[in-house]
């Protein structure tokens, strides 16, 4: 099937321009204007909007079993909502239960994954260390086109690892050319403030952003970023969402560590009052971690993005309806972590990044689809309208506006983090291996269609860590 994209501004990371974009067998093949296409072309009218690469999330928890229970959103409906937004593939998480095969998990995962209406790709989760680890880190980056192993330093008492664990995982990502990524949190810090504030008789979600506190989320990411440095690994945090965190990042870059950041749509905007708000379910559903943050927080967010010192953004969409947070509704530790957005992302961006004149439309391509495109290694085949690509593409009209709802969103959640804002810039159609997916007002999806998409070791991110390397050698000393 082929499909002709026309009357639009192609924009990319680097440049922009008006060109109409062929697509067929699910590629872009041609560029250009005027172009020649065969009979029964289907047409989609850009109009005087965007043409820009489908955005991909590299964060998500599709069908995870976390905290006692699911996630709500599974491999159909979590990438469906993203499609409604933008977004055309999603990095999801294989997270095994501490002494599981990441192999095992990994299966399961894909199996999930089988229904998926878009393209995903998963990082694998290393929850425990041993040698059995260690090997099936080496099958999934030769076998199985894992290039990214994320590690907890939070959640104590199950999926957190401690410094000797991280720095055996990030050797062995380091050998195998494969990407660490970490959630910075103390885990120790944060156990010991649930145990004291429960004491105290705080229960309610306003115990979850207290026993976080910035400097908490500050000393993991240094630390996190020492123990990466003293093996040299690359290394990337998630959900970078305090100046502590962000200072952390921008150091380790400025002293030419091969350290990357991402900074979620939801604490580039949310504030940390909504911890404290005094309806328990809305309260309940703004738990996350790390939670929200203040304004001085939230404006140093947008300068990393702005600067480069955070690269991506993601959502984190990790779906958790009302009765599965009323599991922590006598306290909090207990309460599901996790919040949604995957729909949101990029009106977001687009609405407090681009309007505002912080971003420019190029940034925001940047920051939505090709630094995860290019720090994951699927670059250019994702992340970039360009002949040979994957005609993963969304028509963006920067001018529309729409008022977000939970009653209208596309997720299965029952609660939207942005309910009731009007936001500018959203996906008028959105086209996933060249088909035509979502018109701006129905979904067009199809089960199973989505791909597995493979990504191959050495990104381009080792190149840094060979410089770094060399400053880092260690040199033997002939003693007489
Ligand atoms: O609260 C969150 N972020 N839940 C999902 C798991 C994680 O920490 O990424
Ligand atoms: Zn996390
Ligand atoms: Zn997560």
Redesign the pocket.
């Known amino acids: 099937m082929s499909l002709l994209i026309k009357g639009g501004t192609v924009v990319n990371a680097d440049k922009s321009q008006r060109s109409d974009v062929y697509c067929a067998d699910g590629l872009i093949q041609a560029i250009g204007e005027n172009l020649d296409v065969p009979l029964g072309t289907e047409v989609v009218d850009a109009g005087e909007a965007l043409v820009i690469p489908g955005g991909i999330d590299p964060?998500t928890?599709m069908e995870?079993p976390?905290m006692g229970t699911v996630t709500a959103d599974d491999f159909m409906s979590g990438p469906s909502a993203g499609l409604a937004g933008g977004t055309t593939m999603i990095i999801d998480?294989v997270i095994p239960s501490p002494e599981q095969s990441l192999l095992e998990a990994w299966g399961t995962w894909m199996a999930n994954a089988a229904k998926a209406p878009s393209d995903y790709s998963f990082h694998v989760a290393v929850t425990w260390w041993s040698d059995q680890v260690k090997e099936e880190m080496g099958v999934l980056t030769r076998e199985h086109g894992v290039n990214s192993f994320k590690h907890?330093m939070?959640?104590k008492g199950a999926i957190m690892l401690d410094d000797e664990m991280l720095l055996n995982s990030f050797d062995r990502c380091q050998e195998l050319g494969a990407m660490a990524t970490v959630?910075a949190e103390n885990g120790e810090i944060i156990y010991y403030l649930q145990k004291k504030l429960l004491a105290m008789g705080i229960t309610g979600p306003e115990g979850h952003v207290q026993s976080r506190p910035p400097e908490v989320e500050g000393e993991a990411a240094r630390r996190v970023i020492t123990v990466a440095g003293a093996v040299n690994a690359p290394l990337y945090v998630?959900?970078c969402s305090c100046k502590q965190a962000l200072d952390a990042v921008a150091e380790a870059r400025a002293n030419g560590q091969a350290v990357y950041g991402e900074v979620l749509a939801q604490h580039l905007v949310i504030d940390e009052s909504t911890h404290y708000l005094t309806d328990f379910t809305q309260a309940a559903a703004h738990?996350?971690?790390?939670p929200f943050r203040s304004k001085e927080h939230r404006d140093a967010l947008w300068g990393g993005l702005q600067a480069g010192t955070l690269q991506t953004t993601a959502t984190?969409h990790?779906a958790f309806c009302a009765p599965q947070k009323a599991l922590g509704k006598d306290d909090f530790s207990l309460m599901p972590?996790?919040?949604g957005g995957i729909e949101d992302r990029m009106s977001i961006l687009w609405d407090r990044g681009v309007k505002t004149g912080m971003l420019t439309p190029n940034d925001f391509v940047r920051v939505t689809s090709q630094a995860a495109a290019e720090i994951f290694n699927v670059y250019p085949r994702k992340g970039s309208i360009s002949v040979g690509a994957d005609a993963d593409i969304t028509v963006w009209d920067p001018n529309a506006n729409r008022t977000v709802s939970a009653k209208t969103h596309h997720s299965k959640m029952d609660f939207n983090l942005y309910e009731g804002e009007t936001v500018t810039g959203l996906a008028r159609a959105t086209i996933s291996q060249g088909k035509q997916v979502w018109d701006g007002k129905e979904l067009r999806v199809e089960k199973g269609v989505g791909r597995y998409i493979p990504r191959p070791t050495y990104s381009k991110v080792f190149e840094r860590v060979k410089t770094y390397g060399k400053l880092n050698a260690p040199r033997r000393v002939e003693r007489v």
């Open positions: 964060h928890h995870l976390f998480f907890f939070a959640y959630h998630v959900h738990v996350m971690s790390p984190d990790c972590n996790g919040c």
